[in-house]
């Protein structure tokens, strides 16, 4: 069986129409990467990493306005701001598919040349779900939602008791593979599919004039990563001497033989053995409110300058990870799952300390060329992957005193801010992003590329680490009012709530979101319900939480497990 490694041989990341009504280039590492990650994990039935974009919409109606003709008014502005998304940036409605005769993974674009043909693509893509028992948007995306191959957009209409019966909400689900659009451009379409209801709920007649899909479109397709940050496609003597470097680095042995000391234990998030193949993916959301998020913001403005949110959480997730092993598995686990399946904790000797580790991903956007660094090119896979592995040591014992808690924490945060600000300042970083990419891609066989046989699913990880993916300040990305010119003291506003963002996690380690909208900061989650329950992922983030806040407060307890509170 002829084995490829997907990913190599990419000469051609120009869009091109192949034929008529068909755009096509080769997909670049990143997607690439994405693709072959799907196709490891389809023996599973699910989508590894596919995109679930949320964000929650509300109208007060005014008292001199038709509740139910405003909801239906807009229902159709959300419809016809799909239909205007997709003509500004199609490559929403591409798809990355592997090419036997060329022996490449290429990302394809068709145009909707008639009525028939929009109406088949809103049908397909523009999906109205009523929900009932209360169930929300983000309660239905926890309720293992479909995982298309091309994009689409659902429209969550919660049957909810509201306190004021005036009001209309509507959740959108945005469901995607993950090598059409990443993070930080999922929460840039749905700014901007909003802004285009916005406008075309109160701009009438002349924005509602459909866009005519002949091709004109293809123009802004967005191109691959390496193109919209210009990229050679061979490295210059720099950047080959530095991936050189590193390849090296990562040959060399872990361990001298003459050196006597015990290596670091490598140490991952408990979870229940037993399931080999993933169940449905969850996500848990605390949200710490603006007294506490603005406290910790101050605080780290005034005695920790250039030391971001982000540093200290993610200092915090290495720290609690660390007293996960110091704790016996909870009750709560035990009646859910047999003690006898829980996770094998092992303990470490004399001498020797733990090892947290992870890789970085960093947001490309700021790299790349004009226009590609702005949200016209939202529906892109433009992130970088660290070279290197941040790696914390730590003591396996819990510091005693107050001082030393203090003293550890920062330690720790200081080993993960240098690493963070080693990515963003290395002028070369970017450059690399591709080989990095490649590196990552597994090797599959050619049958299993093909779609004609399916890869037997990964086992859970023995050692399941834990991840944070930074989303920055939302308000920065995402409007959190618009105008729909109605009238009303206060209302007849489009209003924006909850945008986030995750990866379909089919492993079993945990992905942890960070990011801030409207003054609260949200630290969220996303697991698997085969090896891990809900209440032993809220626990992990309380005492994620707990670490940041007693560290800004000096250190007052510290470890007091049984306090819960925002």
Known sequence: MRVLKAGLKRDDYSWRQIRPGL???????????????????EGSGRMLFAITGHISLSIQV??????????????????????????????????????????????????????????????????????????TGEDWANCDPPAPNTATLFVVCPAIPLQDPSTIRRDLVLRSPHDIIDGIGTLQFLNSLVTKTAQAFSEGEFFRELPVFDGS???????????????????????????????????????????????????????????????????????????????????????????????????????????????PPSSKSSSSVPSSTASHRPAAGPGQKVRYTNYLLHNERGSCQ??????????????????????????????????????????????????????????????????????????LPEGVLKGEEKMEVPKPKKVPSVSISSMGVVDRIVKREHSLGLGGEGRGKLEVHRPWVTGEELTNGLG?????????????????EAWHIKGDVDDFLWDVERLVGSWVEGGNDFFNLQQKGR
Not at 107 to 131: C, G, H, M, N
Request: hydrophobic share 35%.
């Open 23 to 41: 755009w096509q280039r080769d997909a670049d590492e990143a997607e690439v990467c994405y693709s072959t990650l799907v196709k490891l994990y």
């Open 62 to 135: 005014p008292e001199d306005e038709d509740r139910e003709v405003v909801s239906k008014r807009l229902d159709e502005s959300l419809r016809i701001a799909w239909l205007r998304q997709r003509y500004e940036t199609p490559t929403i409605a591409s798809y990355v598919h592997y090419d036997a005769l060329d022996g490449k993974w290429k990302k394809s674009y068709r145009t909707i040349p008639d009525d028939v043909s929009t109406k088949s693509w809103l049908e397909k893509t523009f999906q109205v779900i009523s929900t009932a028992f209360g169930h």
């Open 217 to 327: 479109e293809a123009s802004n397709l967005s191109p691959p990563y390496r193109v919209a940050a210009n990229i050679p496609l061979v490295p210059t003597p720099e950047q080959q001497a530095r991936l050189d470097a590193i390849k090296a680095a990562a040959s060399e042995p872990s361990s001298n033989p003459d050196d006597q000391t015990l290596a670091p234990l490598d140490i991952g998030i408990p979870f229940a053995k037993g399931p080999l193949l993933p169940g449905k993916h969850q996500r848990v959301a605390h949200y710490i409110s603006s007294e506490r998020t603005s406290a910790l913001t101050t605080s780290l403005k005034k005695h920790h300058p250039g030391t971001t949110v982000t540093h200290a959480f993610h200092a915090a997730i290495a720290l609690a990870l660390r007293n996960t092993h110091m704790k």
């Open 370 to 443: 004009p226009p590609y660094d702005t949200p016209k090119h939202c529906v892109s896979v433009y992130h970088s992957l660290s070279a290197s592995k941040l790696q914390v040591d730590m003591s396996p014992t819990l510091p005693e005193t107050r001082e030393e808690r203090r003293e550890e924490f920062e330690t720790v945060l200081e080993q993960i801010k240098g690493f963070y600000t080693a990515v963003r300042d290395d002028p070369l970083h970017y450059a690399l992003a591709p080989a990095t990419w490649a590196e990552h891609t597994p090797l």
């Open 512 to 528: 942890v979101f960070l990011g801030k909208f409207d003054g609260v900061l949200c630290l969220s989650c996303a697991y698997n």
